[in-house]
């Protein structure tokens, strides 16, 4: 069984700097690319970055652009966020994704809550 498992959110002041990590762990022979993706309240699922796993391609959303940045590590099946320079709009549920296998998977999510 694939599982994937976030860790790293919480309640961050604004402007503040987490990283939040996908660990992703059971059969594993191969990961084609991850994705972080975020859900505020009432709105829809939108993806934040992704990362290929072969040639550290990546993506970015506008918005986070400048602000966020994606990494792996390919010995931990691990993918990771940094996030810089939280703003209250930053505030949602962010899941991880990825293609393992030919496969898509979905870790359960973590709130980041960015108030004052």
């Known amino acids: 069984q694939v599982q994937l498992v976030e860790s790293g959110g919480g309640l961050v002041q604004p402007g503040g700097s987490p990283r939040l990590s996908c660990a992703a762990s059971?059969?594993?022979?191969?990961?084609?690319?991850t994705a972080w993706y975020r859900q505020a309240p009432g709105k829809e699922r939108d993806i934040v970055a992704r990362?290929?796993?072969?040639?550290?391609?990546?993506y970015y959303a506008n918005s986070v652009k400048d602000r966020f940045t994606i990494s792996r590590d390919n010995a931990k099946n691990t993918v990771y966020l940094q996030m810089n320079s939280l703003k209250p709009e930053d505030t949602a549920v962010y899941y991880c994704?990825?293609?393992?296998?030919?496969?898509?998977?979905w870790g359960q999510g973590t709130q980041v809550t960015v108030s004052s």
């Open positions: 990362i290929s796993w072969s040639a550290s391609n990546t």
């Open positions: 059971g059969i594993i022979f191969s990961i084609n690319s």
């Open positions: 994704r990825a293609s393992i296998q030919g496969l898509p998977f």
